[in-house]
């Protein structure tokens, strides 16, 4: 692969199957910069909670909204399911998601739409999946580690209630594109997911 050239690596799947510890891991191996989509939604999620409106905070969105650690709250996980249904917000985040999933040197991005409507054409497309219990018990231990308060049975319905507001969107629905391989991380540590997905890059860039 010629390292000026776009390479994209789309990631997408429903809430904390694993797409942002996969993201990472393939960006890391392969040099490529990684974009974590959901922040977008969350940043402009956590903006709504403090009184703004959400097509003008996804219109003003900064770069550096994105490292607050609050945006990693079950709250603005929520709020952000919700504005990520109005399709002016989604529109006003599609350039930047557009241009840095084609930058120079080449790219992962995980989120829900990436494979279908931000990067279709991507060299690399990917359904991240594992069933909601699974995925609940991954969440549930990455929020206590982070300190924050919370239940097995509350962090279940926010990912129940999510992956149903985000599939049934009319605006770009969580769905697995045509073309994409499917992950099911349910039977697989995070080790032997990242071993697979690092496999399918592999594939694609001979
Ligand atoms: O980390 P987790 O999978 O729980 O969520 P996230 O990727 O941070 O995304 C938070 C919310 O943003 C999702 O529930 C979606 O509603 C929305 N989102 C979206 O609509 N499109 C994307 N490309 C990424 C996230």
Same mark, same amino acid.
Request: with cysteine; charged share 25%.
């Given at each position: 692969?010629?390292?000026?050239?776009?390479? &994209? @690596? +789309?990631?997408?799947?429903?809430?904390?199957?694993?797409?942002?510890?996969? /993201? =990472?891991?393939?960006?890391? $191996?392969?040099?490529? +910069?990684?974009?974590? &989509?959901?922040?977008?939604?969350?940043?402009?999620?956590? %903006?709504?909670?403090?009184?703004? #409106?959400?097509? %003008?905070?996804?219109?003003?969105?900064?770069? $550096?909204?994105?490292?607050?650690?609050?945006?990693?709250? +079950?709250?603005?996980?929520? %709020?952000?399911?919700? @504005?990520?249904?109005?399709?002016?917000?989604?529109? +006003?985040?599609?350039?930047?998601?557009?241009?840095?999933? $084609?930058?120079?040197?080449?790219?992962?991005? #995980?989120?829900?739409?990436?494979? &279908?409507?931000?990067?279709?054409?991507?060299?690399?497309?990917?359904?991240?999946?594992?069933?909601? %219990?699974?995925?609940?018990? =991954?969440?549930?231990?990455?929020?206590?580690?982070?300190?924050?308060?919370?239940?097995?049975?509350?962090?279940?319905?926010?990912? @129940?209630?999510? #992956?149903?507001?985000?599939?049934? $969107?009319?605006?770009?629905?969580?769905?697995?594109?045509? /073309?994409?391989? @499917?992950?099911?991380?349910?039977?697989?540590?995070? #080790?032997?997911?990242?071993?697979?997905?690092?496999?399918?890059?592999?594939?694609?860039?001979?």
């Amino acid at each position: 692969m010629n390292s000026t050239q776009p390479f &994209t @690596v +789309a990631i997408d799947g429903p809430a904390a199957a694993g797409k942002g510890t996969i /993201g =990472r891991a393939v960006a890391a $191996r392969f040099g490529l +910069a990684h974009l974590d &989509t959901g922040l977008l939604y969350r940043a402009v999620g956590a %903006e709504v909670l403090g009184g703004a #409106d959400p097509v %003008e905070a996804a219109r003003n969105l900064e770069a $550096r909204a994105l490292e607050n650690p609050a945006l990693r709250t +079950a709250a603005v996980a929520q %709020e952000a399911s919700k @504005v990520a249904v109005i399709p002016e917000v989604r529109a +006003a985040l599609l350039d930047f998601q557009r241009a840095f999933a $084609r930058r120079a040197g080449g790219a992962v991005l #995980d989120g829900r739409d990436i494979c &279908t409507v931000i990067c279709p054409q991507a060299e690399v497309k990917m359904f991240v999946t594992a069933t909601p %219990e699974v995925r609940a018990q =991954r969440r549930y231990d990455e929020l206590i580690a982070r300190g924050q308060d919370t239940t097995y049975a509350a962090v279940l319905a926010d990912v @129940v209630e999510r #992956d149903r507001r985000d599939s049934e $969107r009319s605006a770009a629905p969580l769905k697995p594109a045509q /073309g994409a391989d @499917v992950l099911d991380t349910s039977q697989l540590g995070i #080790d032997a997911a990242v071993a697979a997905a690092i496999a399918l890059v592999k594939e694609a860039r001979v």
